[in-house]
């Protein structure tokens, strides 16, 4: 199963989380919360450690004016041998929350 997380501005980018865990030594399913802005990739674990990750885009099929925020951002799970796909966690303000709120 991979995650795959979208970042739609006036178009979309998808990103192979596992991917980027690869490159920086962490587990996929540590991320506590992640955000973007210009085109850096915010990501923060668990365990309160924080990766910046740039994100290599083209923009020679879209023309884009803004990548401060994208407009909207998506999680979605993929099972590799049934092509299914699961929407995880989503947001339209540009960070997503990858856990339930701690109840106090």
């Known amino acids: 199963m991979s995650k795959y997380l979208t970042v739609s501005y006036n178009s979309s980018l998808s990103i192979c989380l596992e991917d980027i865990a690869e490159e920086h030594e962490f587990d996929v399913n540590d991320i506590e919360s992640l955000y973007v ?48 796909h699961t929407t995880v966690a989503e947001s339209n303000n540009g960070h997503l929350s990858l856990v339930s709120p701690r109840v106090t």
């Not at 990739?41 to 990766?51: A, F, M, P, S, V």
């Not at 885009?57 to 990548?67: G, K, P, T």
């Not at 994208?70 to 993929?78: H, R, V």
């Open 37 to 84: 802005k210009y085109s850096e990739l915010n990501i923060t674990l668990k365990d309160g450690r924080e990766i910046e990750h740039s994100i290599e885009h083209s923009l020679d099929l879209v023309e884009v004016d803004d990548f401060k925020r994208p407009s909207f951002m998506s999680i979605t799970n993929t099972d590799d041998d049934a092509h299914a």
